[in-house]
């Protein structure tokens, strides 16, 4: 049964307007994707392998100095509704809910979470870390994921390629496996209906909107990047050159 | 397009000319930026971008062919980047602007303690190849680790 006490502010603190421009800019999430070396995608998977993985990272992810305490949510053994309330609270995503249409929740689906870090285990790449945080601050919610990210590495076998750079289930997350994405509250735009154009406009500045809730989402290895550009979260963290 | 001014709610229904002399930017105008366009393909699926090949390789792994990736826009595993490397080069290029990953660097724990000799190996890899796509930052990053390590 899920036990949302185990998390501070029931996992909802992204949503307390406590953070920068919290005005304007609701949550700020970066998310990394990574994948262990030697085992299927999780779409090819078998369960047994699906479960192992799940082990070997819940395994790694306690030794994260920056993960202590987390919580550990198993997916596969929880009902469509806390799933479902999960998926809400934005910790996890559709697919690791098992919501998407004629899907079900995967076996060795799990969730580590502290609240505004956590990791998503099995959904579409082995891993999914990710930071969220209230308003406008990118900049920290990467600065303690690749914190995270580092603690792993000592610990898992990442999929990485010298020219590619790390491996993803879909190529368009190829490279850092980064994408970093802000919730903004536009109802003025969507009242006049006008979101569009900043949807669009914001094609050119190597962005992209999602949703009628007009999340732009930006990203140094996905399709929605400029490719010469280098997201401002950090000077290390990289891009593609042309 | 939809004004509120003075509480006073305007619908205009203009063409691209007209629309463009307000200052508003419309699908069409924005249909002919190579990103849009770009993005449109992927949102049809990245697989689509491929080059067409001859589809009975099969990745000795996982034993996925390019028909499943295809199909489904999603790899295997690690290794199908291997086995495809050669279509998958083109699709990265097209996708990300070039294959050569720029950054950070994945570098194995147990080969930084037990293996010098070959992590030294992989970095100066990484170095010619950093070098031949012009990537001079992510060079000099590479050239200090290496004369870390020696």
Known sequence: MLDLDL??????????????????????RVRLARNLQGIAFTTRADDGELEATRDQIIGAARQAAV??????????????????????????????????????????????????????????????????????????????????????????????????????????????????????????LVLTKRSRGPSRGSLRSGSRSAGSTARAARSSATSSSSPTRRPSASPRRNSWTT | MTQIVDNSVTTLHLCEQCAAEKGVHTGASVAKLPLAGFLASVGQGAAAALPPVKDDQACGFCGA????????????????????????????RRIHGSSQHVGEVYLPATAAH??????????????????????????ADLRDRIRGIE
């Open chain 2, 65 to 92: 062919r390019l028909q499943d990736f295809r199909e489904t826009g999603r790899l295997g595993c690690p290794h199908c980047y291997e086995t495809f490397e050669q279509q998958l080069r083109e699709l990265m």
């Open chain 1, 7 to 28: 998390l501070p502010d029931g996992g909802m603190s992204w949503l307390d307007a406590s953070g920068p421009e919290s005005s304007v800019v609701l949550s700020s």
């Open chain 1, 67 to 188: 993960l202590e305490g987390a919580a550990e949510f198993r997916l596969d053994g929880l009902e469509p509704l806390e799933r479902q309330l999960l998926h809400e609270r934005h910790m996890i995503s559709r697919d690791l809910a098992g919501l998407e249409r004629g899907r079900t929740v995967r076996r060795g689906a799990a969730l580590l979470t502290n609240g505004e870090l956590g990791m998503m285990i099995n959904e579409e790449d082995h891993l999914r870390l990710q930071s969220l945080r209230s308003g406008s601050d990118l900049t920290g919610a990467y600065a303690v994921l690749e914190r995270l990210d580092t603690d792993l590495g000592r610990h898992l076998p990442l999929a990485f390629h010298p020219e590619f750079g790390y491996l993803t289930a879909c190529p368009t997350n190829v490279g850092t496996g980064l994408r970093a994405s802000v919730l903004i509250h536009l109802p003025g």
């Open chain 2, 114 to 139: 037990q293996d010098d000799r070959r992590l030294l190996a992989e970095l100066r890899e990484q170095l010619r190849r950093a070098v031949a796509a012009e990537n001079f930052e992510l060079a």
